[in-house]
């Protein structure tokens, strides 16, 4: 059985042309289910690009060329899970909790300190939040507390850059630098608070006798004399969170620990002291 193709010169055909009628090729030769390439041009129109063909009885069908199988997508290897480490913020029944008050423009009882003018509010019975912003305000030597909170509303000294990062991770122009003498102040929260090249300050902080109930929270110390001194009858306090990186070359000869928990009378009692998750670093690690 005769295969007929209709093709309009000059057009190309792939097989044998047998003969040739008004432009109508006859493909005798070819049998069925044979693939050959054809130009054709439709009736009156432009020609129509090349296409694969497949002869039938009498027919000409349109082989369509398959999409080629896509590469096969290698099954990724599951990265494994790392457990994180934990957070002793988080699961230790010893940590103090801190939840900070905000620093809201519309409470009275929040004080911007911005400069070192400002700290003069520190003691001032109508203000209880203290937002300090970053800077240097070690020409202050110890700022003084002199005024307590309660237990239902304590008292906050704040760091106020517009993030929560422990200050041991941040850049030295987003922290507060600046050294605390508690002179008997109860229920202080101390946040993110950081004391870095201080070598002509005794002690960047001191809890006096009678200062009770209070919290430093993420202090961060850098190249100082000495960190912190807790005296007599300074009960129940709690340094957590903090990271102690360094004494000056002054400190090493003192011999000093890096939290003191001594005082020089006959008698002391310093009750109730937590000392918990924190980092010393290049620090003499004794509690006295």
Same mark, same amino acid.
């Given at each position: 059985?005769?295969?007929?193709?209709?093709?309009?010169?000059?057009?190309?055909?792939?097989?044998?042309?047998?003969?040739?009628?008004?432009?109508?090729?006859?493909?005798?030769?070819?049998?069925?289910?044979?693939?050959?390439?054809?130009?054709?041009?439709?009736?009156?129109?432009?020609?129509?690009?090349?296409?694969?063909?497949?002869?039938?009885?009498?027919?000409?069908?349109?082989?369509?060329?398959?999409?080629?199988?896509?590469?096969?997508? %290698?099954?990724?290897? =599951?990265?494994? &899970?790392? *457990?994180?480490?934990?957070?002793?913020? #988080?699961?230790?029944? +010893?940590?103090?909790?801190?939840?900070?008050?905000?620093?809201?423009?519309?409470?009275?009882?929040?004080?911007?300190?911005?400069?070192?003018?400002?700290?003069?509010?520190?003691?001032?019975?109508?203000?209880?939040?203290?937002?300090?912003?970053?800077?240097?305000?070690?020409?202050?030597?110890?700022?003084?507390?002199?005024?307590?909170?309660?237990?239902?509303?304590?008292?906050?000294?704040?760091?106020?850059?517009?993030?929560?990062?422990? %200050?041991?991770?941040? =850049?030295?122009? &987003?922290? *507060?630098?600046?050294?605390?003498?508690? #002179?008997?102040?109860? +229920?202080?929260?101390?946040?993110?608070?950081?004391?870095?090249?201080?070598?002509?300050?005794?002690?960047?902080?001191?809890?006096?006798?009678?200062?009770?109930?209070?919290?430093?929270?993420?202090?961060?110390?850098?190249?100082?004399?000495?960190?912190?001194?807790?005296?007599?009858?300074?009960?129940?306090?709690?340094?957590?969170?903090?990271?102690?990186?360094?004494?000056?070359?002054?400190?090493?000869?003192?011999?000093?620990?890096?939290?003191?928990?001594?005082?020089?009378?006959?008698?002391?009692?310093?009750?109730?002291?937590?000392?918990?998750?924190?980092?010393?670093?290049?620090?003499?690690?004794?509690?006295?």
């Amino acid at each position: 059985m005769e295969t007929w193709v209709y093709v309009h010169e000059p057009y190309n055909t792939t097989g044998t042309k047998h003969n040739a009628t008004n432009n109508q090729y006859t493909y005798a030769s070819l049998s069925s289910g044979i693939t050959f390439t054809v130009y054709v041009q439709g009736k009156g129109s432009s020609s129509i690009l090349q296409q694969d063909f497949t002869t039938g009885p009498n027919t000409v069908t349109p082989e369509l060329t398959p999409a080629p199988e896509p590469s096969p997508v %290698p099954t990724p290897i =599951p990265t494994p &899970e790392i *457990s994180p480490l934990p957070n002793p913020s #988080q699961t230790s029944s +010893y940590l103090e909790p801190v939840i900070l008050p905000t620093c809201d423009i519309n409470n009275p009882e929040v004080q911007f300190i911005q400069s070192k003018d400002d700290w003069k509010h520190i003691n001032d019975n109508h203000k209880r939040i203290f937002c300090v912003s970053p800077g240097d305000y070690r020409s202050l030597n110890n700022i003084k507390l002199t005024v307590s909170g309660t237990a239902e509303k304590r008292r906050y000294i704040m760091l106020n850059n517009g993030n929560n990062t422990h %200050p041991a991770k941040l =850049p030295i122009h &987003e922290l *507060s630098n600046f050294s605390i003498h508690l #002179q008997n102040a109860d +229920y202080w929260i101390i946040d993110r608070a950081s004391a870095i090249d201080t070598p002509n300050i005794s002690h960047n902080f001191l809890v006096d006798r009678g200062s009770s109930n209070n919290i430093f929270n993420k202090i961060f110390t850098q190249n100082v004399f000495h960190t912190m001194w807790i005296r007599h009858q300074a009960h129940n306090n709690t340094i957590q969170n903090s990271r102690f990186d360094g004494i000056t070359q002054k400190g090493a000869e003192a011999d000093l620990s890096t939290i003191n928990i001594i005082d020089w009378d006959v008698s002391v009692e310093m009750l109730g002291t937590k000392v918990i998750n924190n980092e010393f670093v290049n620090v003499k690690l004794s509690l006295w």
